[in-house]
């Protein structure tokens, strides 16, 4: 998951498996600017961490074609990853129940996809992000929030502490 980036590709069929892995592997470096791939080297984070974080914050931020909200939702993210608080993404939940197929054992999954539970980052995308999401995960905006929701029309509220979230939620999804 994520590792291929959104493209067109043009495979010649001659080549090897290897070579046409290798071709969809390093897809992103065809489609990501000098300055993002410079920013990524520059984030302290590796190339996995932010395809990771971008992945959560492209399907968070699905419900709206607002670019403006993956900035948030990635403040979110950034505001939780540096307390130590735990992601608390439902994505990540409804990716290990929604398909994702480990080759392991699935206990070892639902512990490190859990973000209820884990403290970190899931040990891989759940899904391709955009080009922006990955943006939004090398500059998140600079709030306060902790949590947020969206309703049924694609609005998202954002809240910086759990009482406002949950008067959010009774507000706008009850």
């Known amino acids: 998951e994520g590792y291929i980036a959104p493209c067109t590709y043009l495979v010649d069929l001659s080549l090897a498996p290897e070579e046409?892995?290798?071709?969809?592997g390093s897809s992103w470096e065809r489609v990501l600017s000098e300055e993002t791939v410079?920013?990524?080297?520059?984030?302290?984070l590796s190339f996995h961490e932010v395809l990771s974080m971008a992945?959560?914050?492209?399907?968070?931020?699905?419900?709206?074609?607002?670019?403006?909200?993956?900035?948030?939702?990635?403040?979110?993210?950034?505001?939780?990853?540096?307390s130590g608080t735990p992601l608390e993404?439902?994505?990540?939940?409804?990716?290990?129940?929604?398909?994702?197929r480990p080759y392991k054992d699935p206990a070892l999954y639902e512990e490190a996809y859990n973000t209820y539970d884990a403290d970190s980052l899931p040990p891989g995308p759940i899904c391709t992000p955009s080009a922006a999401s990955i943006q939004a995960a090398l500059a998140p905006a600079d709030t306060d929030?902790?949590?947020?929701?969206?309703?049924?029309?694609?609005?998202?509220?954002?809240?910086e502490d759990y009482e406002t979230h949950l008067v959010n939620v009774e507000t706008y999804l009850e």
Request: net charge negative.
């Open 145 to 159: 929030y902790f949590f947020f929701i969206y309703d049924e029309e694609g609005n998202y509220y954002f809240a």
């Open 55 to 82: 992945s959560i914050i492209e399907f968070e931020s699905s419900r709206t074609s607002d670019d403006s909200v993956k900035y948030l939702v990635s403040s979110v993210i950034d505001n939780r990853l540096s």
């Open 89 to 100: 993404m439902d994505v990540t939940v409804f990716y290990l129940q929604q398909g994702f």
């Open 20 to 24: 046409i892995m290798f071709m969809l």
């Open 38 to 44: 410079q920013a990524i080297k520059n984030s302290g």
